[in-house]
């Protein structure tokens, strides 16, 4: 990652699921959840070119700079969104929904799934309310029993659910990664 600039090494995974499933085109606009430390952000920026955008939103700063990306360092669950995209000039609808967000980790397993499946259900319901039709969505799950939930919400609302396990993703990592293709509206 840091041979080719990336702010962190998860920026694979995205890059793996984009090759997949051809998520990322020029011009588009991407809502990036849990953004920080920004390799996510800079992967999307590198894809969607000068005509799109990125607004990511962390608790933590993102440190990457890219003329094509706002940053907001905020709570997801305190913020107006609508009225961040209208101080920053975004539509209130987009073409791309990410989310790497993931809890700070306890060490108890469940609970550790257990705040990772509230942090998903977060972004699907931020996906739902400002993904345009055939938008795409992808979120990383701990993989728990929370899965059916989240997969049959996705099935509900997209044309194709996908459940994947990138490559770059640490044998012993429990993390799945949750694709919603084609929203349909």
């Given amino acids: ?5 990336f702010a962190a090494r998860s920026v694979f995974k995205l890059e793996e699921i984009d090759q997949k499933f051809k998520i990322l085109k020029p011009k588009q606009m991407v809502l990036d959840l849990g953004a920080s430390p920004g390799s996510w952000s800079q992967y999307c920026s590198q894809k969607i070119g000068a005509e799109g955008r990125v607004l990511g939103v962390d608790l933590k700063p993102v440190t990457a700079e890219l003329k094509n990306a706002v940053f907001i360092q905020a709570d997801l669950r305190d913020l107006n969104l609508e009225n961040v995209f209208i101080e920053h000039g975004f539509p209130p609808t987009f073409d ?3 989310s790497d967000m993931a809890p700070n980790t306890t060490g108890i397993r469940s609970t550790d799934q257990a705040r990772s499946f509230e ?6 319901d931020l996906a739902e309310k400002f993904l345009k039709k055939d938008g795409h969505f992808v979120c990383k799950l701990f993989h728990s029993d929370d899965f059916t939930t989240l997969r049959d919400r996705i099935k509900e609302k997209y044309q194709r659910f996908e ?4 490559d770059s993703t640490r044998k012993i990592s429990k993390e799945i990664f949750l694709v919603g293709l084609k929203k349909k509206n």
Avoid: G, M, T, Y
Wanted: hydrophobic fraction near 55%.
């Fill in 1 to 5: 990652a840091k041979e080719q600039n």
């Fill in 96 to 98: 791309l929904v990410i």
């Fill in 119 to 124: 942090l998903c259900s977060l972004a699907f």
């Fill in 163 to 166: 459940a994947v396990k990138p």
